[in-house]
């Protein structure tokens, strides 16, 4: 199992750019998270997808949109990158089975710099 | 809303010392806690979770962790640091929801950078 994966590993744009960011996990988990990780300020939730189908605003979603693509992937997209967007981004997934707290596994990020 | 504080954002220990990481909950209702632990350059991975039953929740790598209600704290120990413990900690609560489905959202800390020195 490689568990939850993320490309790329690092990326710089430029202001305005677009850009992807993939995810993808093979533990057949049914949710699946997007956080930013930025100094001093912990991980804050981007969005989220309770499962296939479904997306959700987490914390902090604004210039960011997202894909579930299928059950095992879930996209991150950056329309317009902004210098404020500069953070090291994590996909994370869990089985989120009802009525239990399943463990959210993560990848091992992306850094974005965005100029 | 659920909120979470660790004190201390750097913390520095001796090796074979004791390591005490602290976290404060906020939570209008029975939280779930989490901790977490990041090496450089890493994602995160789980450590322990308290959830319901036993207050005293074992992790790995030696760790531990109580919940302790009265104080709304969930404060992190080993007993003697190694240096492979050098890291950053997170400390989480899960969003409690109707269970009726819905994603398991995680408010984190803003982390504890653990120093082991020699």
């Known amino acids: 199992n490689a568990g939850v994966t993320q490309t790329p590993k690092f990326q710089v744009l430029k202001t305005g750019q677009s850009m992807t960011l993939q995810c993808a996990q093979d533990m057949n988990h049914n949710s699946m998270y997007w956080y930013r990780q930025d100094p001093g300020m912990g991980l804050r939730l981007i969005y989220y997808?309770?499962?296939?189908?479904?997306?959700d605003k987490g914390e902090v979603p604004n210039g960011y949109n997202v894909s579930r693509l299928n059950k095992r992937e879930f996209s991150l997209r950056l329309e317009s990158a902004a210098p404020s967007q500069t953070s090291v981004y994590f996909c994370a997934s869990s089985l989120d089975r009802l009525f239990s707290t399943d463990t959210q596994y993560f990848g091992p990020g992306t850094r974005l710099t965005v100029l | 809303a659920q909120s979470v504080t660790q004190l201390g954002s750097h913390v520095s220990v001796s090796e074979g010392a004791l390591v005490l990481l602290r976290c404060n909950y906020s939570s209008s209702v029975p939280p779930y806690l989490f901790w977490y632990v990041q090496y450089p350059n890493q994602g995160l991975q789980l450590l322990l979770k308290y959830t319901t039953g036993a207050t005293l929740v074992k992790g790995i790598n030696g760790f531990e962790a109580e919940f302790k209600k009265s104080e709304t704290s969930f404060h992190l120990t080993k007993p003697s640091a190694h240096m492979s413990d050098a890291a950053e900690y997170f400390c989480?609560?899960?969003?409690?929801?109707?269970?009726?489905?819905?994603?398991?959202?995680?408010?984190f800390g803003t982390g504890t950078q653990l120093k082991v020195e020699l």
């Open positions: 989480a609560v899960s969003d409690l929801r109707e269970r009726t489905g819905g994603g398991n959202k995680l408010t």
């Open positions: 997808s309770a499962s296939e189908g479904t997306t």
